[in-house]
């Protein structure tokens, strides 16, 4: 079964940072897309930055600058750098992936995956 497992949320001060990771595992043949989404309370759930298997990228205007999205393809892993943290950055953070994959059974292809999600608290 194909999952992704997101790691490295929790509290920080403002100013601070934080850096989190999602590994992809199951029968993955390629990955076309990983990156980030978040989700304030109220909110609907956002990009912040996305990655392409040509290692394109782009980020939410409100994070250039800030955070940095990078991929390590050999563990099918995604991160995001986050520095200089703001209040308004809270939110629970999730992990995407478009991908191929042998996933019960079944070949698919171009599939959305999500991740958990984490908590990303900014607060003094």
């Known amino acids: 079964q194909v999952q992704l497992v997101e790691s490295g949320g929790g509290l920080v001060q403002p100013g601070g940072s934080l850096r989190l990771s999602c590994a992809a595992s199951?029968?993955?043949?390629?990955?076309?897309?990983m990156g980030w989404y978040r989700q304030a309370p109220g909110n609907q759930r956002e990009l912040v930055a996305r990655i392409t298997n040509g290692d394109s990228t782009n980020y939410a205007d409100d994070v250039k600058g800030r955070f940095t999205i990078s991929r390590d393809n050999a563990k099918n892993t995604v991160y995001l750098q986050m520095n200089s943290l703001k209040p308004e950055d809270t939110a629970v953070y999730y992990c995407?992936?478009?991908?191929?994959?042998?996933?019960?059974?079944?070949?698919?292809?171009?599939?959305?995956?999500w991740g958990q999600g984490t908590q990303v608290t900014v607060s003094s």
């Open positions: 995407n992936a478009v991908l191929n994959a042998k996933d019960n059974g079944i070949y698919y292809n171009n599939r959305d995956y």
């Open positions: 199951g029968i993955i043949f390629s990955i076309k897309t």
